[in-house]
């Protein structure tokens, strides 16, 4: 199992960027997929999270700005960000496989190898 992430890239605060994840080697029928990150010597935390029946749940920091989406045909989950900040700057990972407790780390089981997005001043 597989879970590559792109969309990543440099951009002005203010700006947009849209990632996108795509699973290959299974479906994740019944469970959430989720967006963390993580900042230079900060851990990692959770961004958003689209359940299977698509309800979403969002970090404080990102409610309003940030819009996840999932296409379950393609095995795919969809990070729309918007009015970028500086502080949004991090590694960006998604996640699949939870269940219960979608804002919890340790509750996803699949793990993408991250995409750095830098937000300039």
């Known amino acids: 199992v597989q879970l590559q992430a792109s969309g990543g890239g440099v951009v002005q605060a203010g700006g947009s960027l849209r990632l996108s994840c795509a699973a290959s080697?299974?479906?994740?029928?019944?469970?959430?997929m989720a967006w963390f990150r993580q900042a230079p010597g900060k851990e990692r935390e959770f961004v958003a999270a689209?359940?299977?029946?698509?309800?979403?749940y969002y970090a404080d920091s990102v409610k309003g700005r940030f819009s996840i989406s999932r296409d379950n045909a393609r095995s795919t989950v969809y990070l729309q960000m918007n009015s970028l900040k500086p502080e949004d700057t991090a590694v960006y990972y998604c996640a699949a496989g939870a269940r219960n407790n979608l804002y919890q780390l340790r509750e996803y089981g699949y793990w993408g190898q991250g995409t750095q997005v830098t937000v300039s001043s």
């Open positions: 080697g299974r479906t994740f029928s019944g469970a959430a």
């Open positions: 689209i359940s299977w029946r698509t309800n979403t």
